[in-house]
């Protein structure tokens, strides 16, 4: 695939999408997220791939949404909220659950910051090994905003550590998320695309059909359990805070809080 930003490789049975933006901490611009989800589609209809490998080049996972005005993004000088909602949906939610839903085994694989909308990259798969640099925080809180579109918080950290985590604006680092269940492996930085590709490879040795329904097996389990309609309600939840941040100083995003969240990416 000829594409900017990402890029879609087929090794053996195992098909790699890697987000190559490391100039911008692979922020997420509205060019990248239809790459990734083009690359997303190309893994699922290729018939060579039986798992699928998640990762990006650089320093850090990803620093979140692109916020700027480069490379497609917005400046907000315009928002209005019915448009910005069916934007974000269109993009961030539907994209989030999709990627979820493609019934082949996914893989991704963190290094070191993994923040807010980064998280949004790495909850759809269903595994996770990280580098022992690897950090996760959501401090959506300090624009006003109750959190990241794909609200799945509860589900990755727990209750009590979710609650924490989204008051202070703090971070996990990669062996905490290991304890709380978020992350499967820790490995050194220099092996972690080595040991995702080990993990991905032994994945593949299975049959197709049985990963297939294994996955929708245990997603599905989680969907009764609440997960879809607690997604979908705290998306909502999530625009509410957007609106009301856009009364409360008169832009969207809050200025103070993009500030905040940009000067945290950088470091």
Known sequence: ????????????????ITL????AANAQSPKVLVELDQAWNAADEDSRVKVI????????FSAGHDMSATDGGSDYSDWKADAHYDWETRHYLRYAKAWRDIPKPSIAAVQGKCIAAGLMLCWPCDLIIAAENA???DPVLHMGILGVELHAHTWEFGARKAKELLFTGGSVNAEEARELGMVNKVVPLEELVPATME???RIALMDSFALRMAKRA???TLDVQGYTTAIDTCFDMHHFGHTRAALVTGGMPSLAGLSSMKDKGKK
């Open 1 to 16: 695939m000829q594409l900017e930003h990402v890029q879609f490789e087929v090794e053996d049975a195992v098909g790699v």
């Open 20 to 23: 190559d933006r490391p100039e």
């Open 53 to 60: 490998v998640f990762k990006t080049n650089g320093k850090h």
């Open 135 to 137: 950090e996760f925080s």
């Open 199 to 201: 993990m991905a490879n």
């Open 218 to 220: 245990v997603n599905h």
